[in-house]
């Protein structure tokens, strides 16, 4: 006999009566709610700091974990007309989402760099397919030049390149003589049609905190502009500042800007916030409350019995844990607000939960909406309290939350609602607060 089919999802939405499908994203007791609109009016904020130049939103690790190609969108509807992606896989994947048109209405298709791939067999299939959908790519190395230039000649066409020059942050590019010899052999392969070289650029390290490196990066930078100009390069854009270059430093911005942090609305400088520098922050962590009940006084709580009641109380058990991307070593010290008041995580924080003591008057109960951060307007925590209870910085706490925490994104910018900013004013009024939906 034949199995007899089932209700399909349009036969549940045809009949009210009929409870929605089963969804795993809404099913999680926890979200990373994410402010489109907040991400598109961070990138206006920034369109305005850097007037002359271009700002390429960096999208590298999910967008700072805040979902790849909402927080593309978004930023492509603030303004930004280049985006920017650390590893080649995450160019490809964005490339080819926003090639899908079907959902949105996209601005044209904006300019995209990656500058992170090793050398062997996939790489040079991705550096292929990269070259195929036009995506930019950067070469920090005569090994990576030689990479770009073999995908290429497969392909058949040039690939446009952005050469690294090491500033002295002593990472990715080559300090400036072996620079020198490797933009040779790119002008090289440019008059034999394998590339074109269409952007220099390197990257910052110390300008949210010390002007003399900053200083110092900038010497060496405009030299390697110098003997490009000697060499006979026709570059389009020179790009070096980062968010903190961005926002403080604007001897550093050049044809392009390349912030990342600050696209989120977090800030990148010690000591001043996101509402300082006019940002908004763009993420919300929040989790279920599983279970309230009552403990005795003395009772040890969590593994290892590191925090131990001082008095019968109340306590709260919430369904995130390190599985999640909350640090362990946040144990004991970890803020989170619920019912309107802040408390700290008492004692680890475990695979999958972590528990609060909530005090023996709490009305807290299972169902309620704890904030373990957020823009702190409401008095909840933020990103930035996280960091400091943690020891490390909040670019860390957001792109280390975990892939099985579902990210909800609110706000319109970059969907069909929207329509794609002007990049040629970057000093227009912004935009009335649209009506924030749960998209």
């Known amino acids: 006999m034949s199995p007899v089919p089932g ?26 709610v994410v402010d489109l609109d907040a991400i598109a009016d961070n990138v206006r904020r920034l369109r305005q700091v850097a007037a002359r130049s271009e700002v390429m939103a960096v999208l590298k690790a999910d967008a700072y974990g805040h979902g790849l190609l909402p927080s593309a969108r978004a930023a492509l509807a603030g303004g930004a007309t280049w985006l920017g992606v650390a590893q080649l896989v995450e160019a490809i994947r964005l490339r080819e989402g926003l090639a899908d048109r079907t959902a949105v209405t996209d601005p ?12 062997g067999p996939e790489t040079h299939r991705a550096l292929v397919r990269a070259i195929e959908l036009d995506i930019d790519l950067s070469a920090g190395s005569p090994v990576a030049l030689d990479a770009v230039v073999a995908a290429a000649r ?40 394998h590339v074109a070289v269409v952007g220099l650029w390197s990257h910052l390290a110390r300008a949210e905190e010390d002007d003399d490196t900053t200083d110092r990066q900038l010497d060496v930078f405009r030299e390697a502009l110098r003997r490009a100009d000697e060499a006979g390069a026709r570059v389009q854009v020179r790009h070096l500042a980062n968010s903190a270059g961005t926002l403080l430093r604007p001897d550093t ?54 925090y131990t009641t001082q008095r019968a109380t109340r306590l709260a058990d919430l369904p995130l ?47 309620d909406t704890a904030v373990l951060w957020g823009s702190g307007r409401d008095g909840e925590p933020t990103a930035e309290d996280w960091a400091r209870a943690a020891g490390t910085i909040s670019y860390e706490i957001v792109t280390r939350l975990g892939a099985r925490v579902p990210r909800v994104h609110v706000g319109t910018a970059g969907t069909a609602a929207t329509p794609p900013a002007d990049p040629t004013s970057p000093t227009a009024p912004d935009p009335a607060p649209s009506q924030k939906t749960t998209a």
């Not at 999802?9 to 969804?23: E, K, L, Q």
């Not at 020059?165 to 620079?179: I, Y």
């Open 7 to 32: 209700p399909t999802d349009a036969d549940h939405a045809s009949d009210p009566a009929t409870p929605p499908a089963f969804s795993a994203r809404t099913a999680f007791p926890a979200r990373a």
């Open 108 to 119: 044209p298709a904006p300019r995209l760099l990656t500058w992170i791939f090793s050398p």
């Open 154 to 193: 497969e392909v058949g066409r040039p690939a446009r390149l952005h050469l690294k020059v090491d500033t002295g942050l002593a990472r990715g590019g080559q300090f400036l003589e072996p620079w020198t010899a490797m933009l040779a052999d790119a002008l090289a392969h440019e008059a034999a049609g």
């Open 253 to 306: 911005h050049f044809d392009l800007v390349r912030p990342g942090l600050s696209v989120f609305g977090l800030s990148p400088v010690p000591g001043r916030s996101p509402a300082d520098l006019g940002l908004t922050p763009a993420m919300r962590l929040e989790a279920d409350v599983m279970l309230v009940k009552d403990a005795p006084a003395g009772q040890g709580v969590s593994y290892g019995h590191t």
């Open 321 to 367: 844990g390190y599985a999640d991307g909350i640090p362990r070593h946040v144990s004991g010290v970890g803020p989170v607000q619920v019912a309107g008041r802040r408390h700290t995580i008492a004692g680890r924080v475990c695979m999958d939960q972590m528990v609060l003591d909530v005090g023996p008057d709490s009305t807290v109960s299972a169902g």
